[in-house]
Structures are given as C-alpha cells and as structure tokens.
C-alpha cells in the first residue's frame, strides 16, 4: 500500500524536479551577469511589450524576492521581482517578457489560460480533499473513497497538465516580441531560450510527478477492485 512498484519512477521525476529548480537557478544567475544589448531593464522591457499589444491599462510592479515574477489575472498586473524589474540582463528582460506573455493570453483570451482560470476554484478544493479521501480509502479499505478521491486528484492533474501549454505559449509570445521590439539581438536568443527552457523545465516536472502519482492511485484502486 505504501510502498508501490510506481514509486521509482515517482522519485526519479522528483530528483528530475529538483534538477529543474536548481538548473533555473543557476541559469537565471549565468544570463543576469550578462547585460541585453538593448540596455532596457525587465520593467522598461515589460511596459513596452505591454502598449504594443494595447495593455497600456496593465501595470508593472515591483515584487520583492528572486524569482517571484507573475502575471495576477485578477488585477491584471505584471509584477517583478527585484534583479527582474531593476535588472538589464538577458535574463531579466526575457522573465519579464515572459510574463507580459500570460498578460496578452489574457487579453485574447487563449483557450487553454481560459480553461485554467475556470478550473482553478474546483482545483483549488480538490486539492485540499483528495490526499483526505485517498488516506481515508487506503486506511479503511474503501473503494468508493479511493475512487472519489482519485477523481479529485485528476482535476489537479489536469491543471498542471493544462499549465504547460500556457507556459510554453508565453514563452513564444515573449520570444517573437523580443526580436522584433529589438529587445534582444538574433545572437542573444540562445541565452533567452536557455532561460525560458529551464523554466520550463519545472512545469514539465511538475505534471509528470502528478501523472505518475495519479496512475499509481489507478493502479490500487484495480487492484482493490480485483482483491
């Protein structure tokens, strides 16, 4: 029960997981040493990506921490950590990008940010029951529990499953408007595609551990099933 044969492979995607996180560390830190030839900073480079595309309504915000940086769909609001918004690295103009890319998903209303959105209230308390019901249905030895709370789960899977093309989808947005904005120069692209890959890298993760996790649940409920 505890101890599942998926288990490896569970623990070789959080190892994976951990790589990512440590790699977009390192990564972000190599291109911030690294000035953009534009010598925009991520927040001059965000406000002008933003009037481009008609968000002169969208603020910049300045964001304590390091790596911090989001767009709030609810207040609409590009907000910036502090080596982002003052910096005017290669890395900080392509987060800052990157961000403003989830700004313009928004504004025309990019399917799969739209079907995160709508999600996210049952997301959010699927979460909170699942681990719940699923402890409650191995303990008790409850299917109907088990398969209640493996249905949850699967909402929290889809979000992240759902999350990567909107991440994916920002980044190109992002990288096509930092070309022809001048942002970036053709020889700089290599170091923003470094620094948006290795973000991406942690989603990709992300949904593979919740895949995996959800198919062990699966496979003991079958089991259950066939006991």
Known sequence: MFFHPMDFLILIAFGLSLWAQFRVKGTFNRFADIPASSGLTGAEAARRMLDANGLTHV???????????????????????????FGNSISAISVACHEVGHAVQHKVSYPMLVARHRIFPVVNFASGVAPLLLLAGFFFKAANLLLLGIIFFSAAVAFQLITLPVEFNASSRAKDMMVKMGFIRNTEERGVNKVLGAAALTYVAAALISVLEL????????????D
């Open 59 to 85: 603020p910049v915000e300045h964001i304590p921490g390091t790596l911090t940086d989001h767009y709030d769909p609810i207040s609409r609001t590009v907000r910036l950590s502090d080596p982002v918004y």
């Open 215 to 226: 198919a062990k649940y699966v496979m003991i409920f079958n089991s259950s099933n066939e």
